[in-house]
């Protein structure tokens, strides 16, 4: 019926009627995300707004949807992969349902059974809204993992709006003024990437964060929720062993996320994540004598950057339908102007770039694609925690060595400084934020002088777990921030610029319960990143992939910086539109601009980062804000 939509609404704490302009001007920002239909329900107090991308059960039900009595009323972005399980049990119960297989449904009446605590039988990815009448309650959800973007805020004291997107909240806003971006919010940009606050408030905390709308309190007699604590559901048996319980719980997830009325295929990489959710979803579909799964990889125009025939390779191993899409970039500026467009938030993260190339040439042969995606934050398979180990066993000696530079990030001098550097920041959370940020402190007030008094990470980053096992530590932080506010926003924000759906087996709730409960010697067996996925790797998979090393996804978009971009980018960044917008100072950027060009430094991230407030600007601009 739908899958990967666009949803917002509008909820007032008064009796003033909603403008139906604003529920249509956050429709129109949000059909890209759903381009096979519409709706919008007035419902008093309360509007909800949908935009539809059919995958399952595309004939019924249109959203927004209601229970017959209209009691309830949904809006849903996302998957409910156990929906037919979910089906049965309350049918059972007396619960009679109109459409023929559609999840959204499920919601409602699931909603209608078991209240809040539906969402511990859920197996998906979603953000929904849920209207309940008779209360006058408005309850919003996320998924555990945050898949779904749900971004709330409070124009003025008499409402809340949210939506998928911070381009339909700022399009739909009642206030027509300026886009408020905080000290706070613009110091977190410099040195993540992201937002790691403020958290909503309301029975959980936190359904969304934004560095560029401001969020809002609901009142204590509506609900906000981000989910309670899931159930732990791997199929494995619990005395089963670390190999066992994943081998089981991968491949359930995996074979769960398989159902589609639409064509699906694999993004496949060479690294192990992807990989892995190809050969599994191959062995399902070898099962139901299917044809081949399709699988879909990139050729990049830089050697260091392609991987295209360990891929191909890794197909023919597998038997897949493999295709390599040749990546025709195009005009690198028109594609972040439409990304900005579509979305409204800026984001450093240049693998936005390759990863939206990815979808778009996929989304020409399917319209839902698995992806590995979580693999690393589930079972450490970042540098950045072997570099923890590392501080952690030998900071002593390393805090002796000299701090070693290079122009290029990805080498090893470069990465043995900043491992050294790591190293004398002292505890953890320091080492954690050395290794991470972009713009370090003197970097970040240099280029905003009003950010001086600001220094919320004076003990590194906030909310770190400080368990004792640094490792461990850095796992979680990652869950709880960088997977949700970059890798996965990334990625939704990609996929749906193209209408395509993308499923991560990673990040069902049984393989979050697994990571959760196996110790981090287990997650890293041998003291390997992702180790324990690499045993697994060896049974289904060529060796030279389970042995290979890590690599990211990138393009050389920091080559590109020195040469055929290097006017255009410098243009761009040294804009001085968003540099008094913002409060910057203009010495810092032209200064590494110059060191860029003329290869004396590597500040790809840095002048990225800068590029994107740029095109941020200009977007507000075009509308007046």
């Given amino acids: 019926m739908r899958a990967m939509c666009g949803i917002a609404g509008i909820l007032r704490f008064d009796d003033e009627p909603i403008d139906p302009r604003r529920a249509e001007a956050m429709r129109d920002a949000l059909k890209h995300r759903g381009p096979d239909g519409d709706g919008i329900a007035y419902l008093g107090r309360c509007t909800l707004v949908h935009t539809r991308l059919a ?24 998957e409910i992969y156990n929906h037919a399980e979910l089906r049965a049990q309350l049918e059972q119960l007396g619960h009679t349902f109109v459409t023929d297989h559609s999840d959204t449904e499920v919601l409602l009446h699931g909603y209608r059974q078991w209240g809040t605590a539906m969402m511990d039988r859920l197996d998906g990815m979603w953000a929904f809204a849920i209207w309940d009448e008779e209360k006058q309650d408005l309850l919003l959800s996320r998924d555990r993992a945050g898949q779904k973007p749900l971004f709330v805020s409070r124009d003025d004291g008499d409402e809340v709006a949210f939506a998928s997107s911070p381009a339909a909240l700022i399009k739909g806003a009642a206030n027509t003024g300026a886009v408020a971006c905080t000290p706070d919010a613009v110091l977190d940009y410099l040195r993540l990437g992201y937002n790691t606050g403020p958290a909503m408030s309301g029975d959980i905390a936190e359904v969304a964060r934004s560095c560029w ?59 192990i994540d992807s990989s892995l959710i190809a050969a599994f979803a191959q062995q399902s579909i070898r099962k139901i004598d299917a044809p081949p799964l399709r699988t879909f990889s990139v050729a990049m125009d830089a050697s260091l950057y392609d991987e295209s025939a360990e891929a191909a390779a890794t ?37 936005l770039l390759p990863t939206y190339w990815l979808c778009r040439a996929a989304r020409e042969h399917v319209t839902v694609a698995l992806s590995g995606d979580g693999g690393d934050e589930l079972f450490g398979g970042y540098d950045r925690y072997q570099a923890l180990a590392l501080t952690t066993r030998f900071g002593g000696l390393l805090r002796m060595l000299p ?15 900043r491992l050294v550097r790591a190293a004398r920041q002292g505890d953890p959370a320091r080492q954690y934020l050395s290794m991470v940020q972009q713009f370090d402190d003197a970097q970040a007030t240099a280029l905003v002088p009003a950010l001086r008094h600001l220094d919320p990470y004076s003990r590194g980053v906030p909310d770190w777990p400080d368990t004792g096992d640094p490792v461990r530590d850095a796992m979680t932080w990652d869950r709880e921030h960088y997977l949700p506010y970059d890798i996965l926003r990334k990625v939704d924000r990609a996929s749906m610029a193209v209408a395509l759906e993308v499923r991560c087996p990673m990040l069902s709730p049984g393989m979050l319960a697994l990571s959760d409960r196996l110790t981090t010697d287990q997650l890293r067996m041998g003291g390997r990143p992702k180790g324990l996925l690499r045993e697994l790797a060896k049974k289904y998979l060529p060796p030279q992939v389970a042995k290979r090393r890590k690599s990211g996804f990138a393009v050389p978009i920091g080559r590109w910086f020195r040469t055929t971009l290097a006017e255009p980018m410098r243009e761009r960044v040294l804009d001085p539109g968003y540099m008094d917008r913002l409060g910057f100072r203009p010495e810092l950027p032209e200064r590494m601009c110059a060191e860029h060009i003329a290869g004396e430094a590597d500040h790809t991230h840095r002048l990225f980062a800068l590029l994107q407030l740029s095109i941020w600007h200009r977007w507000l601009l075009s509308l007046g804000r």
């Avoid at 401001?214 to 619990?238: C, I, M, Q, V």
């Avoid at 701090?403 to 400084?417: I, P």
């Fill in 213 to 271: 709308t401001t969020p809002a309190r609901l009142p204590d007699s509506h609900t906000l929720s981000r989910l309670g604590p899931f159930r732990e559901t791997a199929t494995a048996r619990p005395n089963s062993s670390p190999f066992e319980q994943v081998e089981a719980t991968l491949s359930q997830a995996v074979g769960a996320r398989l159902a589609a009325d639409v064509s699906l295929g694999c993004f496949l990489s060479a690294g």
């Fill in 315 to 351: 197909a023919k191993v597998l038997g897949t339908d493999h295709t390599t899409l040749q990546i025709t970039p195009g005009d690198l500026f028109d594609d972040l102007d439409t990304l900005m467009r579509l979305t409204g938030e800026p984001t450093y993260d240049s693998s």
């Fill in 55 to 78: 995958v399952i059960d595309q004939q019924d039900g249109a959203q927004p949807m209601s229970l017959p009595d209209g009691s309830l009323t949904v809006v849903f972005n996302g």
């Fill in 403 to 417: 701090v070693t530079t290079h122009t290029e990030q990805r080498s090893k001098l470069a990465r043995l400084g």
